[in-house]
């Protein structure tokens, strides 16, 4: 055959080739049919060949490819699958597309029995009242303010008593008339039992026994005790008891000259609790606003959960609307079994992202359930909660230098940072005061009284008769001092440490800040953007329905336009609560969220 079309005119050689090869493949392929495998002739009625030909053309429109069955009563959904609205016919399905269009557009709130409409200012209140970590979060501040009345502490007078009793039996060697060993004689030792009764405040070699010492913020310490006591002495059974009774007031006053000399000094703790106590309230409203934010975030993803669902439910009720055309227009054999299959197909598609979608939908209304700590005792607590505010963009314009002008002033997390350097230059302060040597002028001032009975004792007290005073200078130093060049070193390195984490964590929530503004005009892009893609791809759908209709394209074809609505839809809607929640972010980042919303956090701890 490549012989003879090798021409000077191969087209029309070729052509009378293969003409004349059909030619004999068609007698051929005659003569087989006209015999049997015997050979033997038979007789062919073309009416029943037409009767054959007819019944293969009627099995085949009612049934699928090789091995299925195409049922045509079969559900359009699955029962599995919740829908607002049972698709039976178009009718229904309209209705459902437009209910699911009006919870897209936010026309329309349908409240079912026993469901709960929620606002988002609901869910920012409750969330602040009953959230379980927030109620947690403040406790720190009532626990760290009381550290400060611990602080002011040291400067409290300080009360003290001592009551004592004491009789002692203690043998006495004098030159008594007695005897001897042997016998008496003039000279002899007498050993004699001395008998001491005592009875008073304090002990009369010791401290006075009632009194109050104080500590001032000098550093000053200052005491005024009395002491008040009667001893009673007696040598041998025969003589009486010698009586006394004795009282003093003593004055004392101790200031250091070097070691904690100051008030700076000795009001440095006190400083430090303050601010542990302002660092536990900016921590405080920093966790306020991460579940300010929290909230915010669970109440935005619900509603996109919901219109997601809607979406997912209009697109299978475009589809399940489809698979009713394909299968009539297949009964009456317009359509092949391949598009009532491709549509059965979509169709399950799907019902998959409708049960996706609606797990999503109750995970979310669970988060609302968590975060305002609904009481689960109470009957209806797991009503379904339908969010009311609709995702409504509003573009905002953002003036990055003024806005990070407030967030360094105002985020919680570099007032923190600022407190800790405060508090490391403190603890420098306490440690270079415990280098210094320790040198202490004592002051003491005493007034005795003495008598046989107590008013003898009182009348010589007041009488100022018996005054005595002392003064000291105490001085104490460790001769190497090692921990306390360490404390000194372990301050200053303390300091810069802290003075480096502000640096870094200013710098952190400087491009933290970039970035938020950065996103929110990113998405203010988005949503443009998207809300074109919708238009466009409702556009493309119209017309692809004309063309399926017309015949022109398949049904894999419109369920592929059918996904890109949907996914439009549900791209615009994730776009819209995205810059929502990016504004959000940003608010948080400048610590000024509790003030946009109107909100006041209270401190929770007030210092003395």
């Not at 300080?158 to 005897?179: E, K």
């Not at 040198?439 to 005493?446: G, Q």
């Not at 329905?545 to 398949?554: C, F, L």
């Amino acid at each position: 055959m490549e012989k003879l079309c090798r021409s000077p005119h191969p087209a029309i050689r070729c052509q009378v080739v293969s003409v004349f090869i059909g030619f004999i493949v068609l007698i051929t392929w005659t003569s087989a049919q006209a015999q049997w495998p015997g050979d033997e002739p038979i007789e062919v009625d073309s009416a029943q060949l037409v009767a054959q030909a007819t019944a293969a053309r009627s099995i085949s429109s009612t049934q699928g490819p090789v091995g299925s069955e195409i049922d045509l009563d079969s559900p359009l959904v699955n029962s599995y699958v919740n829908l607002p609205i049972q698709i039976n016919d178009a009718t229904s399905t309209s209705s459902l597309v437009a209910q699911t269009q009006s919870i897209i557009n936010a026309t329309q709130v349908e409240l079912p029995p026993g469901s709960r409409g929620i606002h988002l200012v609901e869910v920012v209140k409750e969330t602040l009242q009953r959230n379980l970590s927030l109620l947690a979060a403040r406790q720190n501040p009532r626990i760290t303010g009381l550290s400060v009345d611990s602080a002011w502490s040291v400067f409290d007078p300080v009360g003290f008593a001592v009551i004592t009793y004491r009789r002692t039996n203690t043998p006495s060697a004098g030159f008594l008339s007695g005897s001897g060993p042997g016998g008496g004689g003039a000279g002899a030792t007498q050993i004699n039992k001395v008998k001491r009764n005592y009875f008073g405040l304090g002990n009369a070699s010791d401290d006075p026994g009632l009194g109050v010492t104080r500590k001032l913020v000098t550093g000053t310490e200052v005491g005024l005790a009395v002491n008040m006591n009667r001893s009673d002495t007696s040598v041998g059974f025969l003589q009486p008891l010698d009586q006394e009774y004795r009282t003093s007031g003593t004055f004392s006053l101790v200031h250091p000259l070097m070691q904690g000399s100051g008030t700076n000094v000795n009001l440095a703790t006190v400083r430090i609790a303050y601010n542990n106590t302002r660092i536990s309230e900016l921590d405080l409203r920093q966790v306020t606003l991460d579940t300010l934010l929290a909230a915010h975030t669970a109440y935005w993803e619900m509603v996109f959960a919901r219109i997601d669902l809607a979406i997912n439910i209009q697109s299978l009720g475009l589809a399940a609307d489809l698979l009713r055309e394909n299968r009539i227009r297949y009964k009456y054999g317009d359509l092949i079994a391949v598009d009532v299959l491709e549509a059965e197909a979509g169709v399950k598609q799907r019902e998959r992202d409708v049960i996706e979608a609606q797990n999503t939908f109750e995970n979310s209304r669970d988060r609302i359930r968590e975060l305002i700590a609904i009481d689960r005792n109470r009957e209806g607590w797991q009503n379904p909660l339908i969010p009311l505010d609709p995702p409504v963009f509003t573009p905002i314009t953002v003036d990055e230098a003024v806005s990070l002008d407030v967030t360094l002033k105002t985020n919680p997390e570099i007032q923190m940072a600022r407190v800790s350097v405060q508090n490391a230059r403190e603890g420098l302060i306490l440690a270079e005061d415990r280098f210094r040597p320790r040198l202490d002028a004592a002051v003491t001032l005493i007034e005795s009284g003495l008598g046989e009975n107590i008013n003898q004792n009182h009348s010589e007290l007041f009488s100022g008769e018996y005054p005595s005073a002392n003064l000291a200078l105490n001085y104490q130093m460790p001769l190497y001092r090692r921990k306390e060049k360490a404390d000194v070193l372990s301050s200053q390195y303390q300091i810069a440490q802290a003075e480096f984490f502000l640096r870094d964590t200013e710098q952190r929530i400087h491009y933290d800040h970039r970035q938020a503004v950065r996103t929110i005009e990113s998405l203010q892009r988005q949503v443009e953007a998207a809300a074109a893609s919708v238009r466009a791809e409702k556009d493309r759908l119209e017309k692809q329905k004309i063309g399926h209709e017309q015949g022109i394209t398949t049904s894999h074809d419109l369920l592929e336009v059918q996904d890109s609505y949907a996914r439009a839809q549900a791209t615009q809607i994730r776009a819209i609560v995205d810059y929502y929640l990016a504004v959000i972010h940003l608010e948080r980042i400048r610590g000024t969220l509790i003030d946009t919303l109107g909100l006041e956090l209270v401190p929770m701890a007030a210092a003395k």
